[in-house]
T-cell receptor, first 117, second 109 residues
Framework: GAVVSQHPSWVICKSGTSVKIECRSL??????MFWYRQFPKQSLMLMATSNEGSKATYEQGVEKDKFLINHASLTLSTLTVTSAHPEDSSFYIC?????????????FGSGTQLSVL | GIQVEQSPPDLILQEGANSTLRCNFSDSVNNLQWFHQNPWGQLINLFYIPSGTKQNGRLSATTVATERYSLLYISSSQTTDSGVYFC???????????FGQGTELSVKP
């Protein structure tokens, strides 16, 4: 099946610094990518949808200036957590689709555990 | 928005036992999927099942769209089945999934 690569797997940073997370589709062109956040023992919550070459669409309550999303190519989307604080510590997961009529072609990355000290 | 409720929230099984996980959703959907999240966080797509019944080895799933629920059956459970099982839906096949709260399954040897 298709592979979505997400890096880094985990990152520890100091409060106030910025962290970039990459999501790559390795063997298909991802017209749309999605970013989710998961707090411990909780469900996945959609943060934003990114389409190649256009601005991301953010879900209600997600600060677009804090979580910068760039989808510059059909194989790469990045999420930058700017001026990270301890409350941003979470598990971030991306998914990517090459489109089509169903979600059968929707694939998830392996996630990034962010810990902000 | 659509509400997705899963039950039970936690489940402990002895190896070899069978189980049924349930997912209720509050509105019509065009897509429903079941995922297994392993202890390392990786989401594994088990079934894409907007309606009907599918089977894959020891796992099977049934969605009754008209009654807004889906069931995931695990037979002859193994310790490797442990983890969190999520049900997720969306309205329009666009890929924007709404996840339930999950069922945390622990299979004991």
């Amino acid at each position: 099946g298709a592979v979505v690569s997400q890096h880094p797997s985990w990152v520890i940073c100091k409060s106030g610094t910025s962290v970039k997370i990459e999501c790559r589709s390795l063997d298909f062109q991802a017209t749309t990518m999605f970013w989710y956040r998961q707090f411990p023992k909780q469900s996945l919550m959609l943060m934003a949808t990114s389409n190649e070459g256009s601005k991301a669409t953010y879900e209600q309550g997600v600060e677009k200036d804090k979580f910068l999303i760039n989808h510059a190519s059909l194989t790469l989307s990045t999420l930058t957590v700017t001026s990270a604080h301890p409350e941003d510590s979470s598990f971030y997961i991306c998914s990517a689709t090459e489109g089509g009529a169903t979600n059968e072609k929707l694939f998830f990355g392996s996630g990034t555990q962010l810990s902000v000290l | 928005g659509i509400q997705v409720e899963q039950s039970p929230p936690d489940l402990i099984l002895q190896e070899g036992a069978n189980s049924t996980l349930r997912c209720n959703f509050s509105d019509s959907v065009n897509n429903l999927q079941w995922f297994h999240q392993n202890p390392w966080g990786q989401l594994i797509n088990l079934f894409y099942i907007p309606s009907g019944t599918k089977q894959n080895g020891r796992l099977s799933a049934t969605t009754v769209a008209t009654e807004r629920y889906s069931l995931l059956y695990i037979s002859s459970s193994q310790t490797t089945d442990s983890g969190v099982y999520f049900c997720a839906v969306d309205r329009d096949q666009g890929g924007k999934l709404i996840f339930g709260q999950g069922t945390e399954l622990s299979v004991k040897p």
